[in-house]
């Protein structure tokens, strides 16, 4: 029933952009909490991005803070991920995830995700 696309993903050289998207649906399912997450080949899934869908509140991970933008269109459902100043280490398939949490205040440390789309690939070469 609920489901997650993920797009927006491609091949870029180092210090391109990409804008990935994460479209729900039905569009009457909503959570609270919206992330991002990324696995490269051979490595441990990594979390990139959440935001609060609530009231807007957003958190990044180390490895992106600065370069990337999480954010959220409600009239379409949708969640996005604003990648700047890509660098080779951010090649991976990007996922979109989603959940439920007692209050937004909780989306700042949530890791473990209900709801997961099927990924986009993004390739950054130097």
């Known amino acids: 029933q609920v489901q997650l696309v993920e797009s927006g993903g491609g091949s870029v050289q180092a210090g391109g952009s990409l804008r990935l998207s994460c479209e729900a649906s039905p569009y009457t399912y909503r959570r609270n909490c919206m992330g991002w997450f990324r696995q490269a080949p051979g490595k441990k899934r990594e979390w990139v991005a959440s935001?609060?869908?609530?009231?807007?509140?957003?958190y990044y991970s180390d490895s992106v803070k600065g370069r990337f933008t999480i954010s959220q269109d409600n009239a379409k459902n949708t969640v996005y991920l604003q990648m700047n100043s890509l660098k080779p280490e951010d090649t991976a398939m990007y996922y979109c995830a989603a959940v439920s949490v007692p209050s937004s205040a909780y989306c700042r440390l949530r890791r473990t995700f209900d709801d997961w789309g099927g990924g986009t690939q993004v390739t950054v070469s130097s």
């Open positions: 935001m609060s869908t609530t009231d807007g509140n957003t």
